[in-house]
């Protein structure tokens, strides 16, 4: 963590945050980067796929499609000619939690571009010839991710492992779903969600002048300040984990697959999510990782092997993920069994405990280079009521010894408390 501390504070300082809240509710955090070439316009929504009911299944990646077909003031493709004049670009992305849309454009331009985002989102129109329109798109999208061999082995893991959990379901939704969906439907996700204690506004970059009056005489000082009741994402229940074992074919899958997930800590328990990032890097992440060194330098007998995790807002997830060819499946199996086993025996030594450290350092550090990826990472945390400087993740990690990485989270990372899932290929014929 001191190699990139270091140079951090003499080059790239990292960028201050300002925090606060409008009156309904909405909260704002401005990252000050006079020097960077553009500036960042993210707004956030606690709207992922995790919010819809039963029947609304994929209604919120569709509403992000439908936001960009025009809004109270803009007709469809009127906001993108209007950014790309400005010389900026737009775009959005749905998540399980949430879904944020935003821009990069000059500096000068930063204040148009914030009235043209918060009408567009804010503000969407819905209209019906549109929507029957769009709605052809993203079945086709749906179709799309059906036919990809890899997507379905992720999908057929989630749905197993997470039970009756939203995580368990594809966030593009389910085509019978769509198919039914109105915008009248849409648009009543959109009152129930787009209200000032669940949106977020983030700017990183060089910041408008008047920046706060601005936005306190902006459509988003104008949304409804109340959460609906039985909604607030704080207090939907948390991921119920089965644990299991799944044996599968798919057609056109490319190797088999050996996939294993456990389950971690929300993304609030930033400590436990630390230390289980800690592990996940010391046992998979480099050739000198644990499970890299032996199956694929040493024994050679898996094509790839990875280790990662997945925060989220309800309960995170670790994914592993082996490719191999069938003949060596079951050996794969066994020694990563015994490699996770024998992780109990002793504690970690501390060369790999700050070879992890520092890779993750690294990588939080190397985020902040961007005004986009500043702005990504200040409005995720805001918008989940975790205010705090970009770095201050980092200081989880020096809690982290070989001795309760050994005794805490180790533990947790055994094949008993798993979640397994072999993907084979399907053989011509079948």
């Not at 909260?27 to 709207?47: E, I, N, R």
């Not at 036919?147 to 999908?155: A, F, G, I, M, S």
């Not at 970059?205 to 607030?232: H, M």
């Not at 702005?375 to 990690?397: E, F, T, V």
Request: a negative charge; glycine letters at 6%; aromatic letters at 4%.
């Amino acid at each position: 963590m001191g190699l990139c501390l270091a140079p951090l504070a003499h080059s790239t300082p990292e960028p201050n945050l300002q925090h606060w809240t409008l009156k309904n509710g909405t909260s704002c955090v401005v990252a000050s980067m006079p020097d960077a070439p553009l500036t960042c316009l993210d707004l956030w929504c606690k709207a992922g796929s995790s919010s819809e009911h039963k029947g609304e299944e994929g209604i919120a990646h569709f509403l992000e499609h439908m936001v960009f077909k025009g809004s109270s003031d803009l007709n469809a493709g009127e906001f993108d000619r209007a950014i790309e004049a400005l010389g900026g670009s737009s775009n959005a992305a749905t998540g399980f939690d949430d879904v944020h849309f935003h821009v990069l454009v000059p500096p000068t331009a930063a204040t148009e571009a914030l009235e043209l985002l918060l009408n567009l989102v804010l503000t969407p129109a819905l209209r019906p010839e549109a929507y029957a329109t769009e709605r052809d798109v993203v079945l086709e999208e749906i179709a799309q991710y059906q036919d990809q061999p890899d997507d379905q082995v992720l999908k057929q893991l989630l749905e197993a492992c997470c039970d009756e959990h939203p995580y368990g379901r594809p966030i593009l939704g389910f085509e019978a779903s769509l198919k039914k969906s109105a915008p009248e439907q849409m648009r009543e996700f959109h009152r129930r969600h787009y209200r000032g204690p669940n949106c977020c506004l983030a700017i990183a970059g060089a910041i408008p002048q008047g920046l706060e009056e601005i936005l306190s005489n902006s459509q988003l000082a104008a949304l409804d300040e109340i959460t609906t009741e039985g909604v607030d994402p704080a207090c939907r229940p948390n991921l119920s984990f089965q644990k299991g074992r799944l044996e599968i074919q798919v057609p056109r899958l490319e190797s088999t697959r050996l996939l294993m997930t456990w389950p971690m800590p929300p993304a609030r328990n930033q400590e436990m999510v630390m230390g289980a990032d800690l592990v996940t890097t010391l046992l998979a992440e480099g050739r000198r990782s644990r499970l890299v060194h032996q199956l694929r330098e040493e024994l050679q007998i898996v094509e790839s092997i990875d280790m990662d995790i997945t925060v989220l807002e309800q309960g995170s997830l670790v994914l592993l993920e082996a490719c191999c060819q069938e003949k060596q499946l079951k050996r794969v199996e066994k020694e990563i069994h015994n490699l996770l086993q024998a992780s109990l025996a002793s504690t970690p030594k501390n060369q790999e405990i700050e070879r992890a450290r520092q890779l993750i350092s690294n990588g939080l550090c190397f985020s902040l280079e961007a005004a986009s990826q500043v702005a990504g990472i200040a409005g995720n945390q805001a918008l989940w009521n975790r205010p705090q400087p970009l770095l201050a993740p980092l200081k989880h990690l020096s809690t982290w010894t070989p001795e309760r990485l050994h005794k805490e989270i180790l533990p947790l990372l055994q094949p008993e408390h798993s979640f397994t899932l072999i993907a084979r290929p399907m053989e011509a014929g079948q």
